[in-house]
């Protein structure tokens, strides 16, 4: 039984996007692995706020077909930098239940094991549902400040690589998906030693005048014509920028971005068509920002986007979640990806860089790019951004024949073959903000690949 201090997957019980079947021998070995890691190890690797990725990594490539050997062997490759979590000290546990002690704690690494525990206990006491309606969806200041961190980064990161938006979120999702209360609690302590600094942007698009109500609603992929159209907007963030939404884009131009951000809201009717669109939106330009001269290569910050998108419907499927909930969770995400294509330059869109592809090793289903992915010798990215692939197909076929959705049929899986042909060619396997021309820099010509 999964409890919120132990991993417990039923392989019965598939998630969201997963191979047909999934065998009681790999569900029992990535069980293990998940709680060592929950006990064991600390959320940030380093003093920098580098995240562990061993759940998302596991949680993944167990989903796409991972034999138990294999879980194992990721596991043994990402566990090797690792640094222990620390220890709670049952002063600050107690001190927790006290909302008013928070701040003294909130957004800082050391306290990790503290909030850790203090939310197992929590969810042992309450349930997880009622642990989240508590903490972080009430209608209450301190549930808006934890939900903010959940989309924030992590507060000791001086510079960019990795970066840390929307990890708290991701982990978050991976809990409910998988239906693991050490999970979700493990996401609720990531989100409070995470910073809220992104509520300036979120909290001033909450507040801005709506659209005039005469307007034409916009499409996501019309607000990122519109991004890249404004030149102050799309030039606001600099290379040179420690963080080009913080330092770029909310002190050069934070109007234009709200401005920007407000025209998209979501409506609880349409919960279903409105994700597959996020979805959609956050695919194109995550795959169509190529250069042609240069290597395929897909965005590191951008991919966290689309990373992200595969936990939407399972967290409004719960029923006990309000629809106001599930459209705060909705818009901050959509905003959160405006803001992110306008923070790498807003680079340009070219479809044809997906449509034209010629595959590496060509397949007529995802099964084969699945095999490839659970084997990619890294932190899980990889996998996570062919499971989210995948997963989009699926969600926005519905609804590709509306002009809101510019990747349809088979480029879903032209993306996937993209992808594992990048990671698996030579050099860096991602580009680091893709609109500005040094992040290409040190990328191959494509002439001579």
Known sequence: MATSQVINLDPTALPDLSVPSIKPDAAQKASELLTDNDKKHHIFFNEGGFHNHITHHLLTVYALGASPSLLAKQYESDKSYQRPKPE????VVERLRDRENWSQYLGNGKYYGDFLEFFQREIAAKGWEQVLMEYLFAQDENAKDLLLRMYGVSTSQK??????????LIHLGFGIEFRQPA????GLAQAAVHANWIGKLFLAVEHAAPPPSDAAP?????????IRADESLSTAAHWDDGNKVRDGILVRAPERMVNIARQFTADPARLAEQTAEMTAAVVYY??????????IKFDFYFMHCVNCSIFFPA??????????????????KVWMDLTMYASRRSPALLLNEITDYRPRQPTADWEPLFQRAVATEDDGHTAKLVRALAHGQRISAPYEHKDAFRIKGDMWLQLGHMVMDSVEDSGERW??????DEAWTDLQPRAQL
């Open 88 to 91: 709670a000290d049952e002063l």
């Open 159 to 168: 510079a960019e690589m990795p970066p840390g938006f929307l990890h708290p």
């Open 183 to 186: 999970i979700i609690a493990e």
């Open 218 to 226: 916009k499409s996501i992929v019309q607000l990122l014509d519109e």
């Open 286 to 295: 995550t795959g169509a920002a190529q250069r042609p001269t240069k290597q």
């Open 315 to 332: 967290m409004f499927r719960q029923a006990w979640l309000p629809d106001a909930a599930k459209a705060r969770l909705l818009e901050w």
């Open 431 to 436: 580009v680091r903000s893709a609109g500005f």
